[in-house]
């Protein structure tokens, strides 16, 4: 059986792209290589912009039900413990952070209802243009192919088109026990020897996401591991890059999403509505036959916002730089609502504090 498009990669890009897909009428075959529910390396966080693409998708209300902290409040935490905090919209299109199993396995069960054919355990090993794809679950075929399979794509790399990465940082990420003062929010702590992000995740659990050149993660580790309760057996998830250049979104019959096509730093709370938007973009242009028409709707998606991934790159490269950013947000908050006005909104707020880092 041909498909009319495969999609690679079944996180919330590939799974919003095949159900809007499907619910055309589309034959279409979603690819995974690991089996849901799995963890995945991420913020966890869902931003208010997100709730518009989930209703459409007729998971808003599912997504609500699971597990999770609808968050109150963003904290900045400069180097030397000077605290920016912005209270957050508490209604149901607030912000909220969920475990990505979580999420992702909604979405993925919505993608099945509409009919998605959905392999998983089945990596990618070869492909072929025509679309002629092999993997350690079979060999399909198919008319139409969507990259939706992370920072690392094999798409990518199989075509010769996965850029070179930069290798000057690592992120690593746990889910802890809460402390009370993380309950519904986040705090992103900037340090000298890298950057801490923790998010309430609900039932009891932050995600704790820690970020350093290389060299000096051990030195953030040992600082996390005397702020917060560690348990022995916590399993420590890497992944890198965290930047590279972007790869052409559209191709012939080929499209890029989410990660796959241009990578979004995990400080600006970000990745997984760009995920859910860029599935859907590229779910409209598809089924429109507009694959050109994709490139440009898909720059303009991301325009205005590129340069916040150079300031987070390098208020980790250079943490001086983070304490003069919230420097003039001291005096200028509303330079900090525009830095994450897909995550606070327009109506935050901010105050500041002092705070032991």
């Known amino acids: 059986m041909e498909y009319d498009v495969a999609i690679i990669g079944a996180g919330p890009a590939g799974s919003t792209c095949a159900a809007l897909c ?20 991420c913020g966890d966080c869902l931003n208010p912009a997100s709730w518009p693409i989930l209703e459409r998708l007729g998971v808003a209300g599912r997504i609500r039900a699971e597990p999770h902290a ?56 070869s492909l072929e243009k025509g679309w002629r794809l092999q993997t350690t679950g079979g060999a399909f075929s198919a008319r139409h192919l969507i990259a939706a399979d992370g920072r690392n794509s094999t798409v990518a790399r199989l075509l010769g088109l996965l850029p070179a990465a930069a290798r000057d940082r690592v992120g690593v990420q746990a889910h802890l026990p809460a402390p009370a003062e993380d309950r519904q929010r986040i705090a992103m702590r900037f340090l000298p020897f890298g950057y801490c992000g923790v998010a309430d995740i ?3 659990q932050i995600n704790l996401c820690l970020v350093a050149r290389p060299e000096r993660l051990a030195e953030l580790k040992a600082w996390a591991a005397n702020q917060f309760t560690i348990p022995p057996e916590t399993v420590w998830r890497t992944v890198t890059p965290l930047s590279r250049a972007p790869v052409p979104p559209a191709h012939e019959n080929l499209l890029f999403i989410g990660d796959a096509a241009r990578v979004v730093e995990p400080f600006t709370g970000e990745g997984i509505y760009y995920a859910l938007a860029s599935g859907e973009l590229a779910a409209r242009h598809l089924l429109a036959g507009d694959l050109p028409g994709y490139a440009t709707a898909h720059a303009r998606l991301y325009r205005g916002r590129l340069w916040i991934n150079q300031l987070a790159r390098a208020a980790v490269l250079h943490p001086w730089l983070a304490g003069g950013v919230l420097a003039i947000a001291r005096v200028h908050p509303q330079a900090l609502r525009f830095l994450t006005r897909k995550v606070i909104g327009p109506t935050a707020s901010g105050t500041l504090a002092n705070k032991a880092a």
């Open 202 to 204: 609900g039932d009891a």
């Open 22 to 41: 499907a619910q055309a009428g589309w034959r279409t075959l979603l690819i995974e290589k690991a089996r849901f529910p799995r963890d995945k390396v």
């Open 70 to 125: 609808q968050i109150a409040e963003v904290a900045f935490i400069s180097p030397r413990g000077r605290a920016l905090r912005l209270p957050l919209d508490a209604s149901e299109r607030g912000e909220i952070a969920i475990p990505r199993r979580l999420l992702d396995a909604v979405l993925l069960d919505r993608a099945r209802e509409l009919d998605v054919k959905v392999q998983e355990d089945a990596a990618l090993t």
